[in-house]
């Protein structure tokens, strides 16, 4: 399966001045890590997230980007900017950017190929809602995040792309899917892949669990057979729970 990767999504949270020493934190809390251990910080944490990391096994991310270069996109940051401060890593299509902010699976594609164009690890995420997992129709609603969000991607690329399974009922919640409800959904991406591309390319695809993965329930969900590392949210911003999730990784 995909490589082990457990990715932080600080959101809108923590301050510039909090977090050279979080991520040095993180680091030390970590040391050892089987797995890649990467924090996803706001824009304006970046660039001390960068300078923390430098000399440590922590990889930096972004939580999102523009599928533009340049141009007349106020508030906007593109991809070589981000490539430009170091950063390894970007968040794509969470289902917040989706609700609140317009994120379509066209611009989640236009976005994941701008990210691979420049050297980007893209962390794309797909999930359901509530109501669409009660009338039955959860893969379905997958189905068409995942097709969209690698329509014109080659298979060298795609094997490059994370997945991130965050069902959109779970996250900041508190209610977690099942263990055997997340690897069943992560096993059926993988399915979707082997039939856009073949078996190869997706079994080298890493695909995370998020919606609540934290220190109690982390263990139960890695050990699944599909679920390659987890998207984590509120418990990435404590260290000593973030450090539990890493150290489940067997």
Known sequence: MGKYIIAGNWKMNKLPSQTHDFVKEIAKVTEG????????????????????????HVKIGAENLHFEDSGAYTGEVSADML???????????????????????????????KALAKGLIPIVCVGESLAEREAGVTMEIIGIQVKKAFADISAADAEKVVIAYEPIW?????????????????????AMLAGIYDQGVADKVTIQYGGSMNAKNAAELLSMKDIDGGLIGGASLKSADFATIVSSVK
């Open 33 to 56: 890590a089987r797995c890649e251990v990467v924090c996803c910080t706001p824009y304006v944490c970046l660039s001390e997230a960068v300078k923390a990391a430098e000399g440590t």
């Open 170 to 190: 779970a996250i900041g919640t508190g209610k977690t899917a099942t263990s055997e409800q997340a690897d069943e959904v992560c096993g059926g991406i993988r």
């Open 83 to 113: 490539v430009d401060m170091g950063v390894d890593y970007v968040i794509i299509g969470h289902s917040e950017r989706r609700q609140y902010f317009a994120e379509t699976d066209c611009t989640v594609n236009a976005k994941t190929k």
